[in-house]
């Protein structure tokens, strides 16, 4: 009789918890579309074949140093403002793609703001979402994202994002290559019985780091993978129609132990 009764209070404490995360249930094929570091095929090439196929994406912007020998190759905040009118939501990658986990609080702040404050210029949205440049991160970069209130932070690690066991500020996800068209659609499948499938773009084509570089051809041929196979393309932002944040920071405890790196 105690075990039975031991069992029904940790089944309700299980299902009372879960009905608080989420605010209403995961459906399948949820995949979610970021792009990173602001090159300019985002907006050339990238934008119009979301439109197309009437996909949503978050776009994590930056701007890398001047040392970079071509400032064409990166969008600049006219055409970053031209996609939040589009409906992209634009997120925070730092100003400098700066590794955050050797920041302190102020530096990161900075490198945070720079960002928020060019949105407010401009009209757009202030930032709410974050990615890892590089995927560094630690616990002290947790506490600045929680201080500064952004929402969801996201990661890499090659996994499904489980809004039950991963912290918002810990969603993994696949980043995209040239070679790697099979591990993708393989990835693809994992979005079910309550999981997201998050991708990571760069350039479409990604002229500067070609290790991150997905050909445009290959870029559509995932698109229309997606809308053949009726899944739901979203941004980040849009998961909070799911994800009650507030009560997941609560009652998720943050695990730096898994792979969150690619």
């Known amino acids: 009789m105690i075990k039975k009764i031991l069992i029904a209070i940790v089944l309700n404490l299980f299902l009372h918890g879960h009905s608080q995360v989420l605010?209403?249930?995961?459906?399948?094929k949820l995949v979610v579309l970021s792009f990173d570091d602001a090159p300019a095929s985002q907006y050339w090439v990238v934008a119009p074949m979301l439109k197309e196929f009437g996909f949503g994406a978050t776009f994590f912007v930056c701007e890398f140093p001047p040392n970079?020998?071509?400032?064409?190759?990166?969008?600049?905040?006219?055409?970053?403002?031209?996609?939040?009118?589009?409906?992209?939501?634009?997120?925070?990658h730092t100003h400098t793609h700066a590794n955050v986990s050797k920041l302190t609080q102020k530096e990161f702040n900075t490198e945070l703001e720079y960002i928020e404050n060019k949105c407010d210029s401009l009209g757009i949205a202030k930032p709410q979402n974050f990615a890892y440049p590089g995927y560094g991160l630690n616990a002290k970069v947790l506490s600045f994202l929680e201080?500064?209130?952004?929402?969801?932070?996201?990661?890499?690690g090659r996994r499904a994002y489980d809004p039950l066991a991963d912290h918002p500020f810990l969603i993994p996800s696949w980043a995209t290559n040239a070679d790697n068209k099979n591990?993708?659609?393989?990835?693809?499948?994992?979005a079910k019985n309550g999981k997201i499938?998050?991708?990571?773009?760069?350039?479409?084509?990604?002229?500067?780091?070609?290790?991150?570089?997905?050909?445009?051809?290959?870029?559509?041929?995932?698109l229309q993978y997606l809308s053949d196979?009726?899944?739901?393309?979203?941004?980040l932002r849009d998961l909070q129609?799911?994800?009650?944040?507030?009560?997941?920071?609560?009652?998720?405890?943050?695990?730096?132990?898994?792979p969150l790196k690619n």
Not at 23 to 28: A, F, S, V
Not at 68 to 92: C, H, P
Not at 183 to 190: K, N, P, Q, S, Y
Not at 248 to 257: H, N, R, Y
């Open 183 to 190: 591990e993708i659609l393989t990835a693809l499948g994992e």
């Open 23 to 28: 605010k209403k249930e995961i459906p399948d």
């Open 147 to 156: 201080i500064k209130g952004y929402h969801f932070a996201r990661a890499g």
């Open 68 to 92: 970079y020998k071509d400032s064409t190759l990166y969008m600049n905040w006219r055409q970053i403002k031209a996609l939040d009118r589009m409906g992209f939501e634009v997120a925070n």
């Open 241 to 258: 129609k799911y994800i009650d944040v507030d009560e997941a920071k609560k009652s998720i405890v943050p695990d730096l132990e898994k």
């Open 229 to 235: 196979h009726n899944f739901k393309v979203v941004s």
């Open 197 to 222: 499938v998050v991708l990571t773009l760069h350039g479409v084509p990604d002229v500067e780091h070609p290790w991150v570089d997905t050909p445009p051809n290959l870029f559509r041929e995932y």
